[in-house]
């Protein structure tokens, strides 16, 4: 078992058919998202939502604090490691009939475009250099699927690849470890291989690297999948979406490639991990990998960094906050400068003192509330943003900084909550 491994036996479970072209499933996991919900009968097959849906599920799968996974993020991106080759990976369990349209995949809201893969990163290899990343894709028919690329290292990839007139092998893996879903959703150099980057978390969770397998197409990927597609990213193109993104707001159609499925294989007790697109596990492996490089841009300008956060309110996307042992008096607004510099979709961070809990958003709203002046805000017009806001411009916003910081010729005292002996 892959996503098994996770389980805990507490989890909800619905034995009652979940039929895939409906929103049920999706209803089920918006009622709780910080409960794992088990799904024994989707099309015939297993799934799980909310699997890693709170920072608590994503850390103790990395046996790790919650307070650690940004820095054991950075360590793993400044020290990847190799991965371990096995001979009988978990994924070569079974080989599986192709026909999409059998396997547990969900429609997840009334206006998506069909059944969608949302949890699913593709692994691809091209000239010496290999590339782990995210794409929804949704389901065309029994063996082909239209893949959102944006242009990023896979786009890259694929055009390099077209330009020689050739399609692009792939294997599509679902129910991947945690390690490797945080090192696919991070922003890496063209050059850096994500798999080393999850090895190494690997060894700082388990001990051992990241096993690794090879597929039928020639491609190594992680060992531990509960399904792994090999296929390849055709030169056809058809309409893909809409689809609800990180905001929770339909994206709307463009024409996308064509991926072509010809074999798919499957571990032993197979679950097909559902990613509630807009949900709060969709947040957290979007954000949880941006939060190290804001906290890499704020410590070069303010060493006194204690913890960033980008919050679930605002997508773990587009508002954060940020804490500081101040020094200067300056330290505020030069740390709101820098986490925006480093998480350039962010449109809006709060700077606290390292005495408040970021984690917890009354305590952030109590700093704002009893120690900032709207004198101390800060904005940036005319900024390039998210093309996920639907509240900009073509991508282009107004950014704000809140230094909801105390003063350093203020009385410290008069800003502290009363504490009982």
Same mark, same amino acid.
């Given at each position: 078992?892959?996503? %098994?491994?996770?389980?805990?036996?507490?989890?909800?479970?619905?034995?009652?058919?979940i039929d895939a072209d409906s929103t049920q499933s999706t209803k089920l996991m918006l009622e709780d998202q910080d409960r794992t919900i088990i799904f024994e009968n989707v099309n015939g097959g297993k799934a799980v939502g909310n699997l890693f849906s709170t920072r608590q599920k994503v850390a103790e799968a990395l046996n790790i604090g919650q307070d650690e996974i940004v820095t054991?993020?950075?360590?793993?991106?400044?020290?990847?490691? &190799?991965?371990?080759?096995?001979?009988?990976?978990?994924?070569?369990?079974?080989?599986?009939?192709?026909?999409?349209?059998? *396997?547990?995949?969900?429609?997840?809201?009334?206006? &998506?475009?069909?059944?969608?893969?949302?949890?699913?990163?593709?692994?691809?290899?091209?000239?010496?250099?290999?590339?782990?990343? +995210?794409?929804? !894709? !949704?389901?065309?028919?029994?063996?082909?699927?239209?893949?959102?690329?944006?242009?990023?290292? *896979?786009?890259?990839?694929?055009?390099?690849?077209?330009?020689?007139?050739? $399609?692009?092998?792939?294997?599509?893996?679902? %129910?991947?470890?945690?390690?490797?879903?945080?090192?696919?959703?991070?922003?890496?150099?063209?050059?850096?291989?994500? !798999?080393?980057?999850?090895?190494?978390?690997?060894?700082?969770?388990?001990?051992?690297?990241?096993?690794?397998?090879?597929?039928?197409?020639? *491609?190594?990927?992680?060992?531990?999948?509960?399904?792994?597609?090999?296929?390849?990213?055709? +030169?056809?193109?058809? $309409?893909?979406?809409? +689809?609800?993104?990180?905001?929770?707001?339909?994206?709307?159609?463009?024409?996308?490639?064509?991926?072509?499925?010809?074999?798919?294989?499957?571990?032993?007790?197979?679950?097909?991990?559902?990613?509630?697109?807009?949900?709060?596990?969709?947040?957290?492996?979007?954000?949880?990998?941006?939060?190290? !490089?804001?906290?890499?841009?704020?410590?070069?300008?303010?060493?006194?960094?204690? @913890?960033?956060?980008?919050?679930?309110?605002?997508?773990?996307?587009?508002?954060?906050?940020?804490?500081?042992?101040?020094?200067?008096?300056?330290?505020?607004?030069?740390?709101?400068?820098?986490?925006?510099?480093?998480?350039?979709?962010?449109?809006?961070?709060?700077?606290?003192?390292?005495?408040?809990?970021?984690?917890? &958003?009354?305590?952030?709203?109590?700093?704002?509330?009893?120690?900032?002046? @709207?004198?101390?805000?800060?904005?940036?017009?005319?900024?390039k943003g998210s093309s996920l806001d639907p509240s900009a411009d073509d991508s282009i916003t107004c950014k704000v900084g809140i230094d909801a910081t105390i003063p350093l010729d203020r009385d410290r005292k008069a800003y502290l909550k009363a504490q009982l002996?």
């Amino acid at each position: 078992m892959s996503v %098994g491994k996770y389980l805990k036996g507490t989890e909800f479970r619905v034995k009652d058919k979940i039929d895939a072209d409906s929103t049920q499933s999706t209803k089920l996991m918006l009622e709780d998202q910080d409960r794992t919900i088990i799904f024994e009968n989707v099309n015939g097959g297993k799934a799980v939502g909310n699997l890693f849906s709170t920072r608590q599920k994503v850390a103790e799968a990395l046996n790790i604090g919650q307070d650690e996974i940004v820095t054991s993020l950075i360590h793993a991106s400044d020290n990847p490691c &190799d991965t371990e080759f096995t001979d009988e990976p978990e994924f070569r369990y079974q080989s599986l009939p192709v026909d999409l349209m059998a *396997l547990p995949i969900c429609k997840y809201f009334p206006e &998506d475009g069909g059944r969608y893969i949302s949890s699913g990163i593709i692994v691809s290899e091209y000239n010496g250099k290999r590339n782990v990343s +995210f794409h929804r !894709m !949704m389901i065309m028919d029994r063996d082909r699927i239209a893949v959102r690329l944006v242009p990023r290292h *896979l786009y890259r990839m694929y055009n390099e690849a077209k330009e020689k007139g050739e $399609e692009l092998k792939i294997s599509i893996c679902i %129910g991947a470890r945690p390690e490797m879903l945080l090192a696919a959703a991070t922003s890496t150099a063209y050059e850096t291989d994500e !798999m080393t980057i999850a090895s190494s978390l690997c060894k700082m969770s388990t001990g051992k690297p990241l096993q690794v397998g090879r597929t039928d197409n020639g *491609l190594i990927v992680p060992s531990e999948c509960d399904y792994v597609f090999e296929a390849r990213i055709t +030169f056809d193109e058809t $309409e893909e979406g809409p +689809f609800v993104d990180i905001t929770g707001t339909y994206d709307y159609i463009r024409m996308q490639p064509v991926i072509k499925v010809e074999k798919i294989w499957a571990n032993k007790d197979p679950y097909f991990h559902f990613l509630l697109p807009g949900g709060n596990e969709h947040y957290l492996f979007m954000g949880l990998p941006r939060e190290p !490089m804001m906290y890499i841009s704020v410590r070069e300008k303010v060493p006194g960094v204690k @913890a960033v956060r980008l919050t679930e309110g605002g997508c773990c996307w587009l508002n954060g906050v940020v804490s500081i042992k101040k020094v200067n008096e300056d330290d505020g607004r030069v740390a709101a400068l820098a986490a925006l510099d480093g998480h350039k979709s962010m449109k809006n961070v709060i700077v606290v003192d390292d005495d408040v809990d970021i984690f917890d &958003d009354k305590e952030v709203e109590w700093a704002v509330a009893t120690r900032f002046q @709207a004198t101390r805000l800060i904005t940036i017009s005319n900024s390039k943003g998210s093309s996920l806001d639907p509240s900009a411009d073509d991508s282009i916003t107004c950014k704000v900084g809140i230094d909801a910081t105390i003063p350093l010729d203020r009385d410290r005292k008069a800003y502290l909550k009363a504490q009982l002996p």
